[in-house]
C-alpha cells in the first residue's frame, strides 16, 4: 500500500527553524497536488500550504504566510515544508497529504492519502 512518511520534526526555540519532509514509499505522487496540514492538542486539523503537481503554484495559510515555505522535488517524490521564525502557536503535529488532483487545494477533504504525522514544538 502506498504511504506517504513524514520526518524532520523535533524541537525548536521560538524564532527557530525547521524543515520538513514528506517522502513515499511503495508508489508515485509526482502528478498529485501535496498538502500539509497541522492539529495541536484540543484543534480541529487546519490547513497550512500546499503546491501543485509541478511546484508552479502554492497556497498558505495566513498564519504562516511569509515564514514556511513549501515545495517539492519530484526526481525524489518528495515534498518540504521549510518553517522560519517559528512560534509557539505552531506547535502541533504536522501531516503531510496528497491530493486527488494536480492542483493545490486547502480542502483537507480533496486529500486522500495523508502520513502519519511528525511532532513540531516550539518552546523555550
Known amino acids: 500500500q502506498v504511504q506517504l512518511v513524514e520526518s524532520g520534526g523535533g524541537l525548536v526555540q521560538p524564532g527557530g527553524s525547521l524543515r520538513l519532509s514528506c517522502g513515499v514509499s511503495?508508489?508515485?505522487?509526482?502528478?498529485?497536488?501535496r498538502g500539509w496540514f497541522r492539529q495541536a492538542p484540543g484543534n480541529e486539523r487546519a490547513f497550512v500550504a500546499a503546491i501543485s503537481w509541478n511546484g508552479g503554484a502554492t497556497l498558505y495559510a495566513d498564519s504562516v504566510k511569509g515564514r514556511f515555505t513549501i515545495s517539492r522535488d519530484n526526481a525524489k517524490d518528495t515534498a518540504y515544508l521549510q518553517m522560519e521564525s517559528l512560534k509557539p502557536e505552531d506547535t502541533a503535529v504536522y501531516y503531510c497529504a496528497r491530493r486527488r488532483g494536480a492542483l493545490a487545494s486547502n480542502n483537507s477533504a480533496e486529500y486522500d492519502y495523508w502520513g502519519q504525522g511528525t511532532q513540531v514544538t516550539v518552546s523555550s
Open positions: 511503495r508508489g508515485r505522487f509526482t502528478a498529485s497536488a
